[in-house]
Structure formats: C-alpha cells, structure tokens
C-alpha cells in the first residue's frame, strides 16, 4: 500500500472508531507497519491539518475530533479536472461557489508534481457557460436551504406578473437547462416549483420551515438522482 493510500486509511480507521480511539499497536498490525511508522503517518496526518487527539497510558490511543472535517485526499490530475470542469459547467448550481473553493483546496494541496499535472490538463478543457444569476440570491437561497428557514421572494413568472412568496425551501432540482427552487408557498398553500433565474430578490427570514419533505414533491423522473449517487 503506497503512503497516500495509508494515510487516507489510517483517517478512516480514526474516524470509523469514534470516541474510542484506536492504539498505535493495533493500527500497525492493521497495516502491517511498525508502531514508529504508524506514529510517524499520525504526525503527517495531524500537520496536514486532520484534528487528530492522542491519550496516553493504558486504554489509550489516537482519534479524530468530533465533527472532524474531510479526511485528507489524493487525486490523480485527471480527477482534480474533472471536478474543475463540473463546476466551471454549471455556475449556476446551488453552491457552486463553495465547491469551487473547495476544489481549490484540494489542489492546492496536491504534491506538486501532479498540481502541475493538472494544471496542464486543465488548460485542454474549455467550458462557456451561461452566465450565473445573482450571486446575493444564489446565497439567500443556499442559507435558507441548508438552515430550513422559510424565504421570501418577489418571483416573475412566465406571464410576467410579479408576486411576493413566503417559500419554504424543500429541494433543488435541474431540469432541461434550468435550475428550480423547489419548496412550499405560503401564498399558494401547495408545493410549487420557482425558476431560480426568475427570482429577482430573496431574502432569509427567521421563521423556521413547518417540516415538509420531499415525499411531497412527488416521484422524481426515472433518470432524475440525488447528487450524492453512487457509481454515476
């Protein structure tokens, strides 16, 4: 097993261990290295910025912090662009902005060799993308989101009259090009689906969400998946 691969092993063995921590000797025995070596990919782990916590004496041993964040990652230059490219595709997704910047992360902390890689390979993919709604709704939107909190929005629709929505954020959902916040109308009192480029000002109240779910959306269309989908 190569030292990138370790490393990424011995962080999942923390994490998947919890509370209880793990010993150097067992993690050694695991992977087969000595307890100096096991140490040693503690060190480098902890400097990479893994919150790694230790106890010594019997009963003893390492572990992740509670809530710990992503565990280090290797890519090759072919992943590292692949994820670029995803993003740079589609700047209108919800929290496009946030996974750009964690990609940049992510390369930034690649050995340089492959960082160079990447980069090189970066600059054979062109991407023209439409350009992104407002970067402030995109936000309000986001936040109510992942907070649950109802959002109000002034909305146009295709008939081009104006109203105000007290909308309680459900889902977003691509669709044929567009990007749709999905969720309940309080004006409406029903589930209605609101173009995100037809949002024209939005803003996260203090109320929060009433607790709807997206069994209420109905059935997703059979190529239709959530964007956690394995194996895709």
């Known amino acids: 097993m190569k030292r990138a691969e370790r490393l990424f092993a011995l962080s999942e063995m923390l994490r998947r261990?919890?509370?209880?921590?793990?010993?150097?000797?067992?993690?050694?025995?695991?992977?087969?290295?000595?307890?100096?070596?096991?140490?040693?990919?503690?060190?480098?782990?902890?400097?990479?910025?893994?919150?790694?916590?230790?106890?010594?004496g019997p009963g003893g041993g390492y572990g992740l912090a509670a809530g710990a964040s992503l565990p280090p990652v290797s890519l090759s230059p072919a992943q590292a662009v692949a994820l670029m490219a995803a993003v740079s595709a589609a700047p209108d997704?919800?929290?496009?902005?946030?996974?750009?910047?964690?990609?940049?992360?992510?390369?930034?902390?690649?050995?340089?060799?492959?960082?160079?890689?990447?980069?090189?390979?970066?600059?054979?993919?062109?991407?023209?993308?439409?350009?992104?709604?407002?970067?402030?709704?995109?936000?309000a939107l986001e936040e109510a989101m992942s907070e649950q909190r109802v959002i109000?929005?002034?909305?146009?629709?295709?008939?081009?009259s104006t109203t105000i929505r007290d909308v309680e954020p459900v889902l977003f959902a691509s669709t044929n090009g567009q990007w749709?916040?999905?969720?309940?109308?309080?004006?409406?009192?029903?589930?209605?689906?609101?173009?995100?480029?037809?949002?024209?000002?939005?803003?996260?109240?203090?109320t929060a969400c009433g607790g709807h779910t997206i069994h209420e959306v109905g059935e997703p269309p059979a190529n239709a998946r959530p964007v956690h989908g394995r194996g895709v």
């Open 17 to 56: 261990h919890g509370s209880r921590g793990c010993s150097a000797d067992r993690l050694a025995r695991e992977f087969g290295v000595s307890v100096r070596t096991v140490k040693r990919d503690l060190a480098a782990l902890e400097i990479s910025g893994a919150p790694i916590w230790s106890r010594p």
């Open 93 to 139: 997704a919800p929290y496009a902005d946030l996974a750009a910047a964690g990609i940049q992360k992510i390369v930034d902390v690649l050995d340089p060799r492959t960082r160079a890689r990447a980069d090189e390979l970066a600059g054979r993919v062109w991407v023209n993308a439409a350009r992104p709604s407002s970067r402030t709704i995109r936000s």
């Open 152 to 160: 109000r929005i002034r909305y146009t629709s295709r008939d081009g």
């Open 180 to 206: 749709y916040l999905v969720g309940w109308c309080r004006l409406r009192d029903a589930m209605r689906w609101f173009i995100v480029s037809r949002i024209d000002r939005a803003n996260v109240t203090k």
